[in-house]
T-cell receptor, first 114, second 112 residues
């Protein structure tokens, strides 16, 4: 089952512009994570935001979390061609006893034109 | 360098054949995972292991098997019972479940 749904599915912008991707989910979560995947490669962890946090920054990345709306957004400022990749959100919720399960969304494909 | 190593990068399976994908980590992580990714899709959990000698089914375990005899290793076997095995397979690990995942570079499995 996929809980996170990213929006938009694809996004094309010019270098230097900001890129915003959104993630909606359905159930209560412990934390929400964003990952990046270059074509044909593994995923790379970008940022983790816990359910009691509202905003988090890491370099050019800004993540917000609204648990009342069950949504999160990832903002990449001053984008570069090297930011071209797929971006996934993953929600973490209890999954049987003490296990926490990551459920990935379907991803947003970001293309940054030079 | 610490990380996760998956091999091979490309793998071809013949009809009725079992194939095994390797995953090794030197991060001293307790939890390890196998995900399947189909083109344009997100990741779906096949199996996960929280500790050595223990593993649990994920959402799409049918046609797959795993073992966790060593902390560092979590191999995945795609059996002949998996009728649609063509996909990109990703192995990951984390210190404990629910924390950030470290991924390998993936194995592309195709059917001959």
């Amino acid at each position: 089952s996929q809980q996170g749904e990213e929006d938009p599915q694809a996004l094309s912008i010019q270098e230097g512009e900001n890129a915003t991707m959104n993630c909606s989910y359905k159930t209560s979560i412990n934390n929400l994570q964003w990952y990046r995947q270059n074509s044909g490669r593994g995923l790379v962890h970008l940022i983790l935001i816990r359910s009691n946090e509202r905003e988090k920054h890491s370099g050019r990345l800004r993540v917000t979390l609204d648990t009342s709306k069950k949504s999160s957004s990832l903002l990449i400022t001053a984008s570069r061609a090297a930011d071209t990749a797929s971006y996934f959100c993953a929600t973490v919720a209890p999954y049987g006893g003490a296990t926490n399960k990551l459920i990935f969304g379907t991803g947003t494909l970001l293309a940054v034109q030079p | 360098d610490g990380g996760i190593t998956q091999s091979p990068k490309y793998l071809f399976r013949k009809e009725g054949q079992n194939v095994t994908l390797s995953c090794e980590q030197n991060l001293n992580h307790d939890a390890m995972y196998w995900y399947r990714q189909d083109p344009g899709q997100g990741l779906r959990l096949i199996y996960y292991s929280q500790i050595v000698n223990d593993f649990q089914k994920g959402d799409i375990a049918e046609g797959y098997s795993v073992s966790r005899e060593k902390k560092e290793s979590f191999p995945l076997t795609v059996t002949s019972a998996q009728k649609n095995p063509t996909a990109f397979y990703l192995c990951a690990s984390s210190r404990v479940t629910g924390e950030k995942l470290f991924f390998g570079s993936g194995t592309q499995l195709s059917v001959l």
